[in-house]
């Protein structure tokens, strides 16, 4: 079994931080990407930020000078600093990894359960 549990998320103002976490637990063998997804209300879940094995970072437009992610191999962890939120920033942001299992392939996408961010203006 395998799960990814974020944190990190809450109420900040306008121009405000927060730093998000997922965790990957379970029966791991290895991971390829580690990477966040948000969806606002009314509206379709949106890449954020991805995090590749080879060190490999990819932002959308929207948060580009804002937001960096970072991955703790030892740990099977991301992160995601977020800085100068804005209020179009308020969504629940999801966890996406594509890992192996241990003894199993090939590669599996998996979700976290999501963590509210809320950006009042």
């Known amino acids: 079994q395998v799960q990814l549990v974020e944190s990190g998320g809450g109420l900040v103002q306008a121009g405000g931080s927060l730093r998000l976490s997922c965790a990957a637990s379970?029966?791991?063998?290895?991971?390829?990407?580690m990477g966040w997804y948000r969806q606002a209300p009314g509206k379709q879940r949106e890449f954020v930020a991805v995090f590749t094995r080879d060190a490999n970072t990819n932002y959308a437009d929207s948060v580009k000078g804002r937001f960096t992610i970072s991955r703790d191999y030892a740990k099977n962890t991301v992160y995601l600093q977020m800085n100068n939120l804005k209020p179009e920033d308020t969504a629940v942001y999801y966890c996406n990894a594509d890992l192996r299992r241990v003894g199993i392939w090939p590669y599996t996408n998996y979700w976290g359960q999501g963590t509210q961010v809320t950006v009042s203006s």
């Open positions: 379970g029966s791991i063998g290895s991971i390829y990407v």
